[in-house]
């Protein structure tokens, strides 16, 4: 990835102010009888300020309503902004749904064509990329069906096979990568990494956290419509993950230690065979702690806690010395921790990380709430049992 | 990568129009622009077996029709077949291009809140549309014209002219109804009644020749009825061909409007240069509001 020093997309000052009308006024005599006074004014955007490097994959994060996808169609051009300049180079193809223009009665070859059109695909140019595209969507045998006979997973497949075969500059993606099985997702993130190595700008919204770690070279996170922090995606991301459980300490800090020993890495490990790798409620998982030693220690003691995510409230922990291991001087070791059965509530968790010293509880390193897990309710069949039943009858 | 990186710049000013750029844009999506076409054009006759043939049986049926009506009644105006399609094609594609193109705009909302392409797109393939039907039905009738009547040649030189200034003044009046529509849904219903008022100030269906006789040398009057831009295309329709056709009966007289060629060809130059300003105004009007279409559809 080679980033040079022209930005591909400039945003200075960026405002938008939509008209929030309780019922929009959409006849002569309506707006006669309603003055404008009546519409609450409500701020997506407000002073937004972000430049975007030519060739990097920027991630772009926030909660819902937060104005992500209002300031992606504002630099798409489907939307005005109200105040601020955009100024933005280079062809550029935004995917802010899949299939745009997908009509029913069609064939899907002829939504192809149609679609590709809208993304900027000459007729000569689909043709090159037909076969992928079909080739793609896994619809060899269906391609010259009207698509009104297509499940809702094919409709989705042939949207984004058009959408990975367009030819761009800078690509907007809003959220579409979440569609479709795992297979099928992992296939998409596969592209996006070729798009990535052919140097093209990537701007990518979505809710998927990870996602953002894992392929953006920068990321920005919007809040109520303002820029609340843009920088390393693993700083992004963890932000972003304060403000969602509404923490607000300023004497927080993430991460502490002297380093002579180190948290390489922290999986949260669910159960084997579990539906798209979910943990629930009883489940069985593992936290593992990679551990590297930069300096021999000796009383070396790897802990973790799990911290409720809604109160902030330890709910469990567990240390190697509480369970009698002594690790002694190593270079590195996986750690494994396994919960046998997590007893609590649905519901987001912290988890903290901790090494230090058996003997003098010096800390080596820690890192406080960096890590996230959910838990889900167990989808259970209730049990027949016998309940007693008070039977009571009354003249009337 | 190409040599030449284009750079947008995007701000809370509504662009003002500049057409050469503009056109350029245009031509540039000139593939969303065939493809909406060839969408309609299929939708409109998916699952239907003789598909546009429907769409030619439409002008046999009034050739059959009204060929057989006057041979029976006799005593109307000379090959009123070819007088009615003549005028009645050209009514017909303004008609449909208005109406497709008034709704153009919010039948489309998903597209326009999700994609990001010329907005001028949507009226201009309703307007496509109309077009290939006018296409299609003109050949019919140009057939008709030669196994019947004949051409008449010098005449038939206004009909460049005649199409040229309908088609202008339909992009102008469309753009400025789809822009119209996306705020008041009211234009929409209006403009079902005033194509209604309108067909019948237009000599599509009665001989203009009449009404020139009825006005008499009223100038005013006379002028007034040529305001209506449609009149002067659809009388240079019917000079080119239709030709001028004499009226039965003692008083004479010509079917269609008598006017010099040379006059009506001024009239339609007219009409083509003023439909041209107004769509300069409309266009404008169009590209400044179309910003604001995902907003507020």
């Not at chain 1, 490097?53 to 937060?66: A, M, Q, R, V």
């Not at chain 1, 809040?223 to 609340?228: P, S």
Request: aromatic share 8%.
């Amino acid at each position: 990835m080679n980033v040079t020093a022209a930005p591909a997309i400039e945003v200075h000052g960026v405002s938008k102010r939509f008209h929030v009308f309780r019922e929009k006024p959409s006849t002569v005599k309506q707006r006669l009888l309603t003055s404008r006074a009546k519409a609450d004014d409500f701020w997506a955007l407000r002073d937004v300020d972000l430049e975007i490097g030519e060739g990097t994959t920027f991630g772009l994060i926030g909660h819902n309503g937060s104005g992500k996808t209002t300031l992606l169609k504002c630099v798409a051009g489907i939307l005005r902004p109200t105040s601020g300049t955009i100024r933005q180079r280079g062809r550029l193809a935004a995917l802010l749904e899949l299939g745009a223009g997908f009509h029913q009665e069609l064939t899907g070859r002829e939504n192809v064509y149609l679609n590709a059109a809208f993304l900027g695909l000459s007729r000569k140019q689909t043709d090159a990329v037909f076969d992928d595209i079909v080739a793609f969507a896994e619809l060899e045998d269906f391609i010259d069906n009207q698509v009104k006979f297509y499940s809702s997973g094919m409709l989705v497949r042939l949207g984004f096979a058009v959408a990975v075969h367009v030819d761009p500059d800078v690509l907007l993606i809003d959220e579409v990568l979440a569609v479709g099985d795992e297979a099928f997702q992992a296939k998409c993130l596969d592209r996006i990494r070729t798009f990535q190595h052919e140097g093209r700008t990537i701007v990518l919204v979505t809710h998927a956290l990870n996602t953002v770690i894992e392929t953006c070279d920068r990321a920005a996170m919007l809040h109520h419509g303002e820029l609340h922090a843009i920088g390393m995606p693993d700083d992004v991301v963890r932000e972003m993950r304060y403000v969602l459980l509404g923490v607000t300490d300023p004497n927080f800090v993430p991460e502490e230690g002297t380093r002579q020993a180190e948290i390489a890495e922290v999986q949260i490990v669910p159960p084997p065979g579990s539906r798209q790798g979910r943990i629930l409620r009883g489940d069985t998982f593992t936290i593992a702690i990679d551990v590297r030693q930069n300096e021999p220690v000796e009383d070396l003691d790897v802990d973790f806690a799990v911290l409720d995510g809604a109160t902030n409230y330890p709910v469990m922990d567990a240390r190697t010395s509480r369970a009698g291991l002594h690790l002694g001087r190593f270079d590195k070791k996986r750690v494994r921790f396994r919960i046998e059965g997590f007893p609590y509530d649905p519901g987001k968790y912290w988890v903290t990380v901790g090494l230090s010293s058996r003997e003098t509880g010096h800390l080596y390193h820690v890192q406080t709430q960096r890590y996230m897990f959910e838990v889900y309710d167990a989808p259970r069949i209730q049990d027949r049992v016998d309940v007693s039943v008070a039977v009571e009858v009354d003249d009337l | 990568m190409a040599a030449t990186i284009q750079i947008v710049e995007r701000t809370s000013e509504s662009p003002h129009l500049r057409v050469g750029e503009r056109l350029r844009v245009l031509i540039a999506h000139r593939e969303i622009l065939a493809n909406l076409v060839r969408k309609e054009l299929k939708v409109k006759y998916v699952a239907s077996v003789l598909g546009a043939v429907w769409s030619l049986l439409n002008p046999l049926v009034y050739l059959a029709v009204f060929t057989f009506v006057t041979r029976v009644l006799g005593n109307g105006l000379p090959d009123y077949p070819v007088y009615l399609l003549s005028g009645l094609l050209a009514w017909n594609l303004f008609s449909a291009s208005t109406l497709g193109g008034s709704r153009s705009v919010i039948d489309n909302a998903n597209l326009v809140k999700k994609v990001a392409f010329p907005r001028e797109i949507l009226p201009l393939a309703a307007i496509g549309v109309a077009l290939v039907d006018y296409a299609l039905q003109m050949v019919v009738l140009l057939i008709f014209i030669v196994a019947t009547v004949g051409l008449h040649v010098p005449d038939l030189a206004l009909l460049p002219l005649a199409f040229a200034a309908l088609l202008v003044f339909t992009c102008a009046l469309t753009a400025w109804i789809a822009a119209l529509n996306v705020r008041y849904r009211d234009v929409g219903h209006l403009l079902n009644i005033g194509l209604l008022v309108w067909f019948w100030v237009t000599p599509i269906v009665y001989s203009s020749g009449l009404v020139q006789q009825h006005l008499g040398d009223r100038d005013v009057l006379a002028i007034l009825y040529f305001c209506n831009p449609l009149t002067a295309v659809v009388e240079g329709m019917h000079r080119s061909l239709y030709g001028v056709g004499v009226l039965p009966g003692p008083d004479g007289g010509t079917a269609t409007w008598d006017m010099p060629l040379g006059t009506l060809a001024v009239v339609l130059v007219a009409v083509l240069v003023g439909s041209m300003i107004f769509l300069r105004f409309t266009w404008g009007s169009f590209f400044a509001r179309s910003g604001d279409f995902a907003e507020e559809l």
